[in-house]
């Protein structure tokens, strides 16, 4: 009995705790709260949640292709959309497959943004994150 609550709550720390790092994501891309973004870059003064990444961050043999994506409006609202739904399907319970879905599709996209990884020939925290969300997405029994 002990370890399936413990199971169970640690599941939805593990649930919590992405969700918060989700949406964080959203609101200082948003609103430039200072941590990651700046006030003077927040997607609400004009400035591009995803061009830095895209144009300066990216590497390996897919890096022409997401630097062409940089700055690209339609990109920056569904990688915002994105961050959105992920943080509140994952904090609300609420259609946690969906949010998981596209938390996935998101992780891998990153990944393959940033090939090869630093520190680790194949694996870094893009992986980790889409085998969560795929845990999520196939357990979830949200709609």
């Known amino acids: ?11 939805g720390a593990l649930r919590l705790v992405l969700g918060f790092i989700f949406l964080w994501a959203f609101l200082d891309k948003t609103f430039g709260l200072g941590f990651a973004t700046a006030g003077t870059s927040a997607w609400i003064n004009g400035g591009s949640p995803t061009a830095g990444f895209l144009a300066h961050a990216t590497k390996g043999p897919f890096a022409p292709f997401f630097q062409s994506l940089s700055g690209v409006g339609i990109v920056d609202w569904l990688f915002m959309l994105g961050l959105l739904v992920v943080g509140v399907t994952l904090l609300l319970n609420k259609y946690v497959k969906w ?11 990153m990944y ?14 893009h ?3 889409a085998i969560i969300f795929g845990y999520f997405s196939i357990t979830s029994t949200n709609k």
Do not use: C, H, Q, T
């Open 1 to 11: 009995m002990n370890k399936i609550i413990l199971k169970v709550f640690s599941l």
């Open 99 to 109: 949010g998981s879905v596209v938390g996935l599709i998101m992780m891998l996209l």
């Open 112 to 125: 393959l943004a940033l090939l090869w990884p630093e520190n680790n020939p194949l694996i870094d925290e």
């Open 127 to 129: 992986i980790v994150y």
